[in-house]
């Protein structure tokens, strides 16, 4: 009797867990689908969401953060957090990010990087490359284009890509974002063509984004289970819909 009343306190206690998943930015669009069907499965767990640039986020957890999981907006840090023996998996890529540039005005979008050195654009919001992946990325592309020089004194610098999609919907005349976030409710009215356009992949190194599971989630069964389910089809549907690309 003692023995089956331990195991149903057990099987209480792994149902009811919480679990803390450490999201980079430009996955907030995504996430709250990812967690609804999750819980399709795992209904008694409790996702609790972090979300921050990917940079930020390392550094929480090399200080002691207690996340189970880490889903970085590129390699490099979740290959840190493993080879430092924060993390107990193998990096691996979830999903690819792309850019796209954004204007909450009508563009000439056909004049390509060439309309960002146009004296009606004066502030361009950019992610900063020394703590978001995607900042990265758009200076590589920037550069790739041979317009950064001609530029960078219009740059204002977001923390993470979800700062820098305010900015550039708010505080500036074009930003460069993730194009995930072009798929959320409150983005629909932003027409490709009008208001935004791709940014052309071959300017950029493909943004490989990476997840691990962390060593505080090592003995979590539903941190594991959070783990493959972004693997598995219906995840994998999701990020699809969000504009990501599956390699």
Known sequence: MKSLLAILLLTLSIQSQTIK?????????????????????????????????????????KHGAPYHILMGANMMYPEMLYKEGFAVT??????????????????????????????????????????APYGIATEEALKSAKVYDDIKSKFVFGDSISQTVTYATKATDIGFIAKSSLFSPQMSHFKKGVNWADVDPKLYTPIDQGIVLLKHGEK????????????????????????????
């Open 90 to 131: 193998r990096p691996m890529v979830y999903a690819q990010g792309s850019l796209a540039y954004l204007s909450k005005k009508k563009r000439d979008f056909s004049k390509v990087m060439e309309l960002l050195k146009s004296d009606e654009v004066k502030k361009i919001a950019v992610a900063n490359p020394k703590t």
């Open 21 to 61: 998943i450490a999201v980079a930015a430009n996955v907030s669009y995504a996430i709250n689908d990812l967690k609804q069907e999750f819980n399709r499965f795992y209904p008694d767990t409790k996702v609790e969401v972090i979300l921050g640039s990917t940079g930020k986020l390392t550094a929480q957890i």
């Open 220 to 247: 979590s069964a539903e941190a594991s289970a959070f783990y493959a389910f972004i693997f598995s089809k219906k995840a994998e549907e999701i990020f699809k819909k969000f504009g990501y690309i599956i390699p």
